[in-house]
């Protein structure tokens, strides 16, 4: 007699998002199962990495990451085309640096002729992000997103500081739009619920719980990123069932274990292979955690997890 192994039945469903125009694009989120979990359930959607770049040189980038991109970063066309044709990339993340007050604090006007070139320069899809400045990003998004209007893009981040003003610019240029909280469930459910009581389609949301990296906090943003997965699956809760982001790399690439340097601490190893094994590190428990959207900068940190998540989803 064959062994029936026991089976959990979820009530509740992920949303699928779909972002790009044509045949590149992606759809990602969709399953009723835990991560991974392809014998329970349906989980159609591979999870999606994105390649960041940046609209200015990476110079506050440690070195070992700066390095794989030394000849294209000084372009962000360069630098797309060169994730799209060199790293085959599946998806961009155009992070807009340059407009923050304390770097080169770049007009909306640049912002949206950078977009601009970028999107003419690459047929990936495209995540646009400002610079986590929750006043200047309200304007910059703007004209971000007038700028990839019916591209269906990703735009963000929403915060409860200016949600109101970037989820109207998606809403009135057809893209999604990153909802970002900080690392509590309660408060990532009720910006979820603003933004759609303004009408925006809670099936064009991405959850942004925030990040950490492995050993600065990694168990908290599970904990948190577990929990709302949880109420989206077991719950059925219509305001936790939105795709998850993991921004992975801005926040690895700024610990003491990426950037300290062999001489200091040469029980640690090589510097490079510690700083990819890092990023791929907390991808990969992000995405047990549940994320379905991954923005990453290392090149083999990026070809590391993709590997993990076909030997995953194998079959």
Known sequence: MALALPKEIYSGKVNSVTIGTGPGA???????????????????????????????????????????????????????????????????????????????????????????????ATELPLIILGSNHTEKDASV?????????????????????????????????????????????????????????????????????????????????YSVMERIRLAALTQNDSTMQQPMLGDVGMYVWKVKETQAAESDVPQWGSLEERGIAWEATTAMALLMAGTELLIMRHPKAIEAVEKVIGELTKG
């Open 141 to 221: 998004l703007i004209s971000a997103a007038e700028a990839a209007k019916d591209r269906n893009c990703i735009i963000g981040k929403a915060q409860e500081a200016n949600y109101k003003t970037i989820a109207a610019a998606a809403m009135a240029n057809n893209h999604k739009l990153i909802a970002m909280s900080e690392l509590d469930i309660n408060l990532s459910k009720q910006l979820n619920i603003l933004i759609t009581q303004m009408g925006f389609d809670k099936e064009r949301i991405i959850t942004d719980p925030m990040c950490s990296a492995l050993g600065y906090g990694l168990e908290y943003t």
């Open 26 to 120: 992606l759809t990602f989120g969709g399953e009723n199962v835990l991560p991974f979990h392809t014998f329970e359930g349906s989980s159609s959607n591979s999870p999606v990495i994105a390649c960041e770049i940046q609209d200015i040189p990476p110079d506050d980038w440690p070195e070992e990451v700066q390095k794989p991109y030394k000849n294209v970063s000084h372009n962000p066309v360069t630098w797309a085309k060169f994730c799209q044709e060199t790293l085959k990339a599946k998806a961009i993340a155009l992070r807009l640096t340059g407009t923050h007050p304390d770097r080169e604090n770049r007009s909306p006007e640049e912002a949206a002729k950078t977009v601009r070139d970028v999107i003419s």
